[in-house]
């Protein structure tokens, strides 16, 4: 017994370890439940096509980069509303699964949020409708009852799926207390003047990139253009995700073309970015050297396409640290 409980104890230090070595992710974002429709093409209005398949999983950008944060080995807490229903449990269920801790408040009075997304099963590409529910009222009180929790973070990251005021609000105590700011811009909104000002790092894909800065990215030359954009707009660094392109890094004194990792045949691109998005704040958790955290977080994105759906496809460190090897 006294051998089994030094074991324990032994592994209780080895966790503790690694999660000072690695330092706390603390994540402000949004759970919904994914229903995945897989179909040839999206249908017209008013018309009916039959699917190829159909899947049920957990999702939301926020919820997604915290399980890609703790499955890639950092301490990861996650600051959100839910429902008091079955998606709800699931909710719970996953991050209890990665080793999320949830800072969460449940609403009986609302639903959990759920998110309509279709996949063209020829390529994996998508298109996503999302009805956030008890998220949608997420607040600026839920940023102050957890705000000592965001001051002792080493990073903190969170994204537009929740009302924009309140990430503002959470990005400001985050700067105040010295902790790393990443703003991940998804989806795509107008953006109150200041807020990029707050970030070290913003990590928009393609699209969400040319709707901020007005200029079209369709090359790593216009990445690089559009990069400087958003660090004149007061971004510390910008890192503009390329799909099959990698994606671009770049502060004050580098410009860095990370290429994309392949692990696999693509089967869904669904939950790429909160792939990266998850790694890479780990990886800056850390203590990793900014493009290398690119790096990581490319990895973590290049192993998630090869599996369906998004939480679920999150890969474990070792396999992050596999590829990168590779």
Request: proline letters at 6%.
């Amino acid at each position: 017994m006294a051998a089994l409980s030094s074991a324990k104890a032994s592994s209780r230090r080895m966790r503790l370890d690694r999660f000072t070595k690695m330092g706390r992710v603390v994540i402000l974002g949004v759970f919904v439940a994914d229903t995945a429709y897989r179909a040839p093409r999206q249908p017209k209005l008013g018309e009916t096509i039959m699917g190829k398949s159909f899947a049920l999983g957990p999702g939301g950008k926020g919820s997604n980069q915290a399980v890609a944060a703790a499955m890639a080995g950092a301490e990861t807490h996650f600051v959100s509303r839910l429902g008091k229903d079955p998606f709800a449990d699931m909710a719970l269920a996953t991050w209890a699964k990665a080793g999320v801790t949830p800072a969460i408040t449940q609403d009986p009075a609302s639903y959990t949020g759920a998110a309509y997304i279709f996949i063209e099963d020829a390529t994996g590409n998508n298109a996503i409708i999302i009805a956030p529910g008890a998220a949608a009222d997420i607040a600026t009180g839920d940023v102050d009852t957890n705000a000592d929790l965001i001051r002792s973070a080493k990073v903190f990251i969170t994204q537009l799926e929740q009302p924009i005021p309140v990430a503002v609000h959470a990005l400001k105590l985050a700067r105040a207390a010295g902790v790393t700011t990443i703003l991940n811009p998804a989806p795509a909104a107008s953006l109150p003047e200041g807020m990029i000002a707050l970030c070290d790092y913003i990590t928009p894909n393609e699209t969400e990139a040319e709707a901020l800065t007005g200029l079209p990215v369709t090359s790593i030359a216009e990445a690089e253009v559009a990069a400087r954009a958003l660090r004149a707009l007061g971004a510390g660094a910008a890192i503009i995700t390329l799909g099959d392109k990698g994606a671009l890094y770049q502060d004050a004194t580098r410009s860095v073309h990370v290429p994309p990792f392949y692990a696999g045949p693509v089967v869904e691109t669904t939950g790429a970015g909160d792939a990266f998005n998850g790694g890479f704040a780990a990886a800056l958790a850390e203590g990793q050297d900014p493009v290398d955290a690119v790096r990581f977080g490319s990895a973590t994105a290049g192993i998630s396409v090869t599996r369906a759906g998004t939480a679920p496809a999150m890969p474990a460190r070792a396999e992050i640290e596999a590829l990168l090897r590779a």
